[in-house]
Structure formats: structure tokens, C-alpha cells
């Protein structure tokens, strides 16, 4: 049989994947609450069902569709075949604009109602920050 030497290494080594084996999972499990998925609004129109998870959708800023009131902002996300209604408290960044990209997080209400709760809004790549464009202007 096996010696009192081998018979401890094999405990250790069990031991040892055993222990890798529940921090792998425990790790994956805490990343899986903190997901957010990505969808656009042609995505969400076809979903089966609207789950309360935390969800990003993102698109383009429709036209004339900004309405602003108070210390709330409505607008419209589409991207040229759905659009999706979404309602936002808080101040928005500055470079939300009608016409260009962004991207909303928060809680769908319905297929076609977003209520979030933070707005990221997409530059390109030619993107100069305000301040970086004056000191280079007064050069």
C-alpha cells in the first residue's frame, strides 16, 4: 500500500483543489450579481420576458426628443429601427447631445420604458476636453 508520505501529499493536494475549486466559484458567482448586460432597443423589444436586473441599453439620442423638466430628463434611445422612452434623474453629462451616442443604465418598467439610473454619453475619437482645447488655442 501506500506509504504515510504519500498518503499526506495526496490529502494536501485534495485539500489544495478543493480550496481552488471554491474560490474559483465563489468569485464567479459575486461577478455574476454584478453583471449589467448591454442591449439596444430593437434587442429589448424582443425580449420574452423583462426581468428586474440592472440593464444598459444603448444607441443613439433621438432627435428633438429631449424634454427637460426641472431635475428630470426624458428623451428617446433608438437605433434607426426601435426606440425605447427613458426618464433620468440627475444631471447628465456634457457631452449628451440630440444625435449622438449614449448609454443608460437602469430598470426597464416595460418594453418600451427605461427609468435609469446613469447616463453615459459616447465621444469619438476626436475628443478634446474644454480645458485642453483653450491652452492649446492660446498657444
Known sequence: MYGKKVKLRILFISLLLLIISLTVFLILKSLEENVVYFKSPTEIKTLNEIQSKKIRVGGMV?????????NEINFVI???????NVT??????????????????????????????????????????????EALGDK
Open 62 to 70: 433621438k432627435k428633438k426628443s429631449v424634454v427637460i423638466k426641472s
Open 78 to 84: 433608438t437605433d434607426l429601427k426601435s426606440e425605447i
Open 88 to 133: 433620468y434623474s440627475g444631471s447628465v453629462p456634457n457631452l449628451f447631445t440630440e444625435g449622438k451616442g449614449v448609454v443608460a443604465e437602469g430598470f426597464l418598467k416595460d418594453r418600451n420604458y427605461l427609468v435609469a439610473t446613469k447616463i453615459l454619453a459616447k465621444h469619438d475619437e476626436n475628443y478634446m476636453p474644454p480645458e485642453v482645447k
